[in-house]
């Protein structure tokens, strides 16, 4: 007889249980302490933002604002699909490695079949990059961090043969063009990141795959008591996340109008920081899609500003860092308190 578990997200993984006999003060601060624990992000939203009216005044421009969200729209996308994979209990080093070999091969199709199937074929990159990672986790029973960080040094290598170490530019006036289309004024990466959003928050909240992945992350051995298929659930998180990784290289090599096999280095650092920034927790089982979209808010707003201030790059790593790092530090300090 299988075990009936709760697969609501607000109970799944939450790690929270009732106590009783407190008194109206503690219950109080308690309060407060939830809030913060779980509404700061919105304060650093808050902060970051009136930060950013100061040193650099134009940011709130339309125009500006604009080409922030065309800027960052392959790291939202990314994150999208992390947001999702971390809830599972998963975790994935690899995105980089899928980004830059999608790209390359998108690149190099653009000229030699219609654009259209150059697309579906950089998709289907994606695909067989993360069923390659989800059958090193799931079936090899390697460890995420070793399993994802070894396929994401293949892929990447893959991305440097097929390409020739050299960047490929393609011929092709249309590959340029995706990045430029307007749709009723709205450029057409914006539009792909709002839908790739709104589907992941569907996902999430309004389906069974989305309970699933709260069950996975929050407990893995109920959620198999209980007859969830767990490896699958889980191998899907890491395909989910190399199709995004796909999507996001061809908006990126179509706005840069070239692709080679550098391209998305830090790309996994960057969404790991966005989504747990936003208060997905590294511990599985946590986390809400509308947090992702403040964590991304944050992320692009300090991209931008570091760009427009000519602040060196590896200033804006070290500056990253820094912040995933606390992040994670946060995480930590809560699960442990929880």
């Not at 980004?99 to 074929?121: C, E, H, Y």
Request: one cysteine or more; aromatic letters at 8%; hydrophobic letters at 55%.
């Amino acid at each position: 007889m299988q075990q009936q578990i709760d697969t609501r997200p607000e109970t799944v993984g939450a790690g929270r249980t009732p106590v009783a006999g407190r008194t109206g003060q503690q219950r109080v601060s308690f309060s407060f302490r939830a809030a913060f624990r779980d509404y700061g992000m919105l304060w650093l939203l808050g902060l970051t933002l009136a930060v950013t009216a100061v040193v650099y005044p134009n940011f709130f421009t339309p125009i500006n604002l604009q080409n922030v969200l065309v800027q960052n729209t392959p790291l939202g996308i990314v994150a999208v699909a992390v947001t999702l994979l971390l809830i599972a209990g998963g975790l994935d080093f690899s995105p980089a490695g899928t980004f830059a070999l999608s790209a390359v091969v998108f690149a190099l199709m653009a000229d030699r079949v219609p654009l259209g199937l150059a697309l579906i074929i950089a998709l289907v990159t994606g695909l067989l990059c993360g069923l390659l990672t989800a059958l090193a986790v799931e079936l090899l029973r390697v460890t995420d961090f070793i399993a994802t960080l070894g396929t994401g040094s293949i892929l990447g290598g893959l991305a440097f043969l097929i390409s020739g170490s050299s960047p490929v530019i393609p011929e092709n006036l249309e590959f340029s063009r995706i990045s430029t289309t307007l749709i009723l004024g709205i450029p057409l990466p914006i539009i792909v990141l709002a839908l790739v959003l709104a589907v992941g928050w569907f996902l999430l909240e309004g389906t069974v795959f989305g309970r699933w992945l709260y069950v996975v992350g929050g407990n893995r051995e109920a959620g198999r008591l209980a007859g969830v298929n767990v490896r699958v659930v889980k191998a899907s998180a890491f395909v989910i996340v190399a199709v995004a990784a796909a999507l996001a290289s061809v908006l990126a090599s179509s706005r840069l109008g070239v692709a080679q096999g550098g391209l998305g280095g830090n790309l996994a650092l960057d969404a790991f920081t966005v989504v747990i920034i936003g208060g997905t927790s590294m511990f599985g089982g946590e986390g809400r899609m509308w947090r992702t979209v403040v964590g991304f808010a944050i992320i692009a707003s300090i991209n931008n500003v570091f760009d427009a201030l000519a602040v060196d790059s590896s200033w804006q790593s070290v500056a990253k860092g820094a912040i995933l790092v606390c992040a994670v530090a946060l995480d930590g300090l809560a699960h442990r308190r929880r």
